[in-house]
T-cell receptor, first 118, second 114 residues
C-alpha cells in the first residue's frame, strides 16, 4: 500500500529565509505520480506541481523548486526567499497508476504547517 | 467555470440527524472525488466517480455514508445518523483523467456534529 510521510509538522522561519519541506513516499508501483498542494487558511487545496515516476528532473518555478530522488523515495519542496504569503499548510501526495488507471485517488501526507514571520 | 464549488460551506447538526452535501465539479471533468480531512491531518480518500459510475469506495466509507452522481454532473454525499466522529471537513475534487492529472479541489464543507 502507498504511504506519504511528512516528518516536519511545523516549520517557522523569518521572511526571506529559504525553507525546504520534506516528503518521503512508499509505493510498490513502478508508475506513480507525486504532487504538492498548498492549503491556505481559507481551506481550499491549491495544486502546485505534479511529477511522474519516470521524470526525475528537478523543477523550478519562480521561488519554488522541487527535488525528486527515486533512490531515496523523496520529493522535497524548497521555497527561496520566503514571504509571509507563503504561510500555509503544504501537503505532499501520491497516486498510483494501476492497469485500469489510478483508481483510488490521492494519498496525502499529514502536511507541514509553514509559518513565515515578518 | 470558476472551479469546484461545494455547498454548504458550514453545517452544524445534532447527533443522529442526516446531512447532505453537494459538489459541482469543473464542467469538463469526468472524475469526481470525495475526501475527508480532520484537524491536523491530510485529506483521506472516501470515494470517486467516473462520470455517473461510482468506481471505488474507501473502507472509511461506512454504510451510513452514501454518494451519488446522477447524470455524471454534480455529486451529493449523504451521512445518515451522524455521529460526533463524523465532524470533519469534507472536500470534493475533480479531474479530467485519472492518476496522472492533478485534481482541483473545492473549498470544502465543514461539518460539526454536536
Amino acid at each position: 500500500a502507498q504511504k506519504v510521510t511528512q516528518a516536519q509538522t511545523e516549520i517557522s522561519v523569518v521572511e526571506k529565509e529559504d525553507v525546504t519541506l520534506d516528503c518521503v513516499y512508499e509505493t510498490r508501483d513502478t508508475t506513480y505520480y507525486l504532487f504538492w498542494y498548498k492549503q491556505p487558511p481559507s481551506g481550499e487545496l491549491v495544486f502546485l506541481i505534479r511529477r511522474n515516476s519516470f521524470d526525475e528532473q528537478n523543477e523550478i518555478s519562480g521561488r519554488y523548486s522541487w527535488n525528486f530522488q527515486k533512490s531515496t523515495s523523496s520529493f522535497n519542496f524548497t521555497i527561496t526567499a520566503s514571504q509571509v504569503v507563503d504561510s500555509a499548510v503544504y501537503f505532499c501526495a501520491l497516486s498510483e497508476e494501476y492497469s485500469g488507471g489510478g483508481a483510488d485517488g490521492l494519498t496525502f501526507g499529514k502536511g507541514t504547517h509553514l509559518i513565515i514571520q515578518p | 467555470d470558476t472551479g469546484v464549488s461545494q455547498d454548504p460551506r458550514h453545517k452544524i447538526t445534532k447527533r443522529g440527524q442526516n446531512v447532505t452535501f453537494r459538489c459541482d465539479p469543473i464542467s469538463e471533468h469526468n472524475r469526481l472525488y470525495w475526501y475527508r480531512q480532520t484537524l491536523g491531518q491530510g485529506p483521506e480518500f472516501l470515494t470517486y466517480f467516473q462520470n455517473e459510475a461510482q468506481l471505488e469506495k474507501s473502507r472509511l466509507l461506512s454504510d451510513r455514508f452514501s454518494a451519488e452522481r446522477p447524470k455524471g454532473s454534480f455529486s451529493t454525499l449523504e451521512i445518515q445518523r451522524t455521529e460526533q466522529g463524523d465532524s470533519a471537513m469534507y472536500l470534493c475534487a475533480s479531474s479530467s483523467q485519472g492518476a496522472s492529472t492533478e485534481a482541483f479541489f473545492g473549498q470544502g464543507t465543514r461539518l460539526t456534529v454536536v
